[in-house]
């Protein structure tokens, strides 16, 4: 039994663990070979005894336990109600590091932007912001033309209008910054017209690694149909999951390729917890920028942990974003439930660029796979997660 660990998902809320117990068939046998303690589950085997200590400050309470299962590839399921007193110390952490858990705090001066990928630079050396002013939630056009009974010619316009930053502004908004096209490294940016003639906006490049750090943004004025070249963007919309923020003085240094760090992971939370505030929506349509469709998402916003414990006593644990999802619906059944979301007005839309849709679903996929099998689907949706917070690894004795 040397090497196994349990799984344990906990509801912080209601104080409810769901206990994965690497446990064989039991056969010809009356009593399960399992025994809880307020601190530890020891599991019986004709091996011997492996003992799974719970951290410090996690207790499970007596008799009470519930839903025992035993599950082909998984062992052993059972629920337990638990007691969870978090570490004075540990608490204060977490709300020093709140600030910085809802993404970058960006302050005026000179501030770098950088692609993620490669640490390339994106803005002008330069460049040193006056002002940092958050952009209203991304709902507010539509929120101005509701909120006058007879419609005025300068609601009208003010509604058009996209939200132009001036020369030395940086606009903040949920998921993304915007700054003027002047403030943009041109020796290490591209803006450039997609191929893909579904595409109307321009994409922006990072010179260095072809990765797509945001879109050009126009001013929102009509187009006369004698127009023939689209009006330069005059604003560049950022997005924070494919860059990094620094302040004056800080270096550049590119997220591993392909895979999004641990900080960059909790972003996309953070972006998706603050989409949904923004759009009262717990559930989204995910697609690219020329609405192909990855990715049904439904936000499971309970406070949940993921905890496995080792029989060497090591204790991993992460706080996590539950979300059920269900990648590409593009045929069948999938394909009709997405037909009812777009129809829905309590599903919120989401459009990234194309690299951030992939990465989205791969990384939901991936996080799938960590789970155990019987806890991977729920409802016809798969079931997976986006890290909030990794909390520091422990040992017990
Ligand atoms: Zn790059
Ligand atoms: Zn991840």
Redesign the pocket.
Known sequence: MEGKTMFVEIQKQVGAAHFVLPVEAVKDSKSLPVVVHPDKVAVQSGKGESVYRFPDGFRVRPKSCSGLKWLEGDGLHLRLSVVEEEAEEQKEKEEDGRGEENGPDIKPGHTRMC?A??G?QLLKPSFCAKRVLPLPSDGWQEAVAHSFCHKSQDTQNMAAQTLAPRPADILTGTGHVLVHAKAIHSDNVDVVDSEDKMVLVPLVR?K??R?QVGIGVTTGKKKTPAQATPEPPCAIKLYLSNITVHEEGSTCSPVTPGHASPGQDSVLAQQLLKESESQYCLRFVVQDLRADVYLLMWLLKSETRLMTISTQGSVSSRDILKILYLPLPRDGVNKLLLESWKKDENVGLLSYPRDTCLHLVSHLVSHTQSLPVSLRSMNNFMVGFLTLKNNPESKTT
């Open positions: 692609c990928m490669c390339h990072c260095r690694c990765s």
